[in-house]
């Protein structure tokens, strides 16, 4: 209304002055009582569907409601994992329903290369998700409230390249863009060869005897055409998955072998450091697994050794580790270990000692192992955590072998995950840490009944998108306020 032409004359204006002045104060009055009509209509809308315009958790962290019912999220078809390795899901589809986005926050890009930065940093495990809203949530989740630098996904490369030469993005597109346009670093963990790919003959069954390429250079053209799609947006790149059990290493004739692990680790070495050389290649975690069966499982201090004698530390910026926490403190060394109180029910770590149960023996040990090879490498451990079934009582059963998640109360989950990271803090061999997990239980509406339910009890965010204790502990140590330094 404001809006007057200026060709109309002095004298007309005169006149509409008055007019104009009764009808902006008419408007000014009904827009406000529109807008204070509408404003209550959508709180009473919110407040309804939710239950609270914003939930407190016991742990005094605020988390954002889920919205309205038409939002829909991907639940996690995780394929059946032996104890005690607990893979990341491939597909998804509709179950819950997610929080609601943050707002959307301008972070600026890394001054540092994270090539150059070698102090401690924390990121956590992000479950994919097509859905870009979806996503969206769980990427900002990271960077806003949980104050972290980077996120970890894995790469199927099964799923994504079906046909040689045909690779589906679709996924990837969304991942990376997102995490890219929020400030995220990226690690990618690429595993699993297509079938076209596998060795003639190789035992071929999907999440249960996967495996490498024959042809090593084909593993190169698909990390080639991955950077070179999405330049600057991968950070650090893990060459493959717990190479010491058969259900990631199946080969013709059957054999755990380092050496031809290693031939794949230079070679995609070489591709990703002439396409992006700040990248950091990181080796396969290996599985804590206490027991060798020729051709189908190797002990993970046995097949370290094997690495570093066929050269591994040549390929390498950060060794690869992982450590499922189970029901054993962090702090506590294999041999030495105190009962807990109450007694644990799982008892593994005490009727079977060996270090493969122990957080602190297990990585001390990769580590001991690298300086006796005289190498300053650090280790990069992909995978860790502790699990609790504390408030998941009665979304299912726990299957057999997964018992020690029942002896930790979600207390327990939040100290030993605390003390785990101020001891890789200390002990200053350890690089880069990624937890397990964020999302993985609101995805699978935290159903711990079979294979889908493995990873659930390790989710750092509760049944209605509670954050569990755990959060809180990790937004204390802010690594994201943190600054970083290039060395």
Not at 340 to 362: E, L, Q, V, Y
């Amino acid at each position: 209304m404001s809006n007057i032409r200026e060709t109309i004359s002095i004298s007309a204006l005169r006149q509409r002055q008055q007019m104009h002045r009764r009808q902006v104060r008419y408007f000014a009055i009904a827009w406000m009582g529109i807008t204070l009509l509408l404003g209550a209509a959508t709180f009473i809308a919110v407040y309804t569907a939710t239950g609270a315009l914003a939930a407190e958790s016991p742990s005094g962290v605020a988390i954002l409601p889920p919205p309205m019912a038409e939002s829909s999220v991907l639940v996690a078809q995780i394929t059946a994992t032996p104890f005690p390795t607990f893979p990341p899901p491939e597909q998804a589809q509709p179950t819950a329903e997610p929080p609601q986005a943050l707002p959307t926050v301008v972070v600026a890009t890394p001054t540092v290369p994270p090539i150059r930065d070698l102090d401690f940093d924390l990121g956590i495990a992000v479950q994919k998700n097509p859905d870009p809203n979806v996503y969206k949530v769980w990427v900002t989740m990271a960077r806003d409230q949980l104050r972290l630098n980077w996120i970890k996904s894995q790469v199927v490369w099964r799923d994504t390249e079906r046909v040689k030469g045909q690779i589906d993005w679709s996924d990837l597109d969304t991942s990376l863009t997102l995490a890219n346009e929020a400030g995220l670093k990226v690690l990618l963990s690429i595993t699993k060869a297509p079938d076209w790919a596998r060795d003639p003959g190789a035992r071929i069954v999907a999440d249960v005897h996967d495996g490498p390429p024959a042809n090593p250079q084909d593993f190169a053209d698909f990390l080639s055409a991955l950077l070179r799609r999405y330049p600057n947006k991968i950070h650090a790149i893990e060459v493959w998955n717990e190479i010491n059990i058969d259900r990631e290493w199946t080969t013709n004739p059957p054999a755990i072998d380092a050496r031809r692990y290693v031939q794949l680790l230079q070679v995609a070495y070489n591709t990703i450091k002439s396409i992006d050389p700040n990248i950091i290649v990181i080796s396969a975690g290996l599985a804590p697994t206490g027991a060798n069966i020729p051709g189908a499982v190797t002990d993970d201090f046995v097949y370290m050794d094997q690495l570093i004698a066929a050269g591994m530390l040549n390929f390498v910026d950060c060794v690869g580790a992982h450590h499922n926490g189970l029901n054993v403190p962090p702090n506590q060394d294999w041999n030495n270990l105190p009962e807990r109180n109450p007694p644990a029910r799982f008892r593994g770590p005490w009727s079977n000692p060996h270090h493969s149960w122990s957080f602190k023996s297990t990585l001390e040990g990769y580590a001991n192992r690298i300086r006796a090879a005289g190498s300053d490498k650090k280790l990069c451990v992909t995978e860790f955590g502790w699990p609790s079934v504390e408030d998941l009582q009665g979304r299912g059963q726990l299957r057999e072998g997964f018992g020690f998640a029942a002896d930790n109360t979600l207390q327990d989950q939040a100290n030993f995950t605390a003390q785990a990271i101020e001891l890789m803090q200390q002990w200053g061999f350890v690089r880069l840490a990624m937890l397990w997990n964020l999302n993985y239980g609101a995805q699978a509406g935290w159903n711990i009944g079979g294979a889908v339910g493995d990873n659930v009890p390790w989710s750092i965010l509760g049944p209605d998108f509670q954050p569990r204790p755990v959060w809180q502990r990790i937004v204390d140590f802010d690594f994201r306020s943190r600054p970083r330094r290039a060395q």
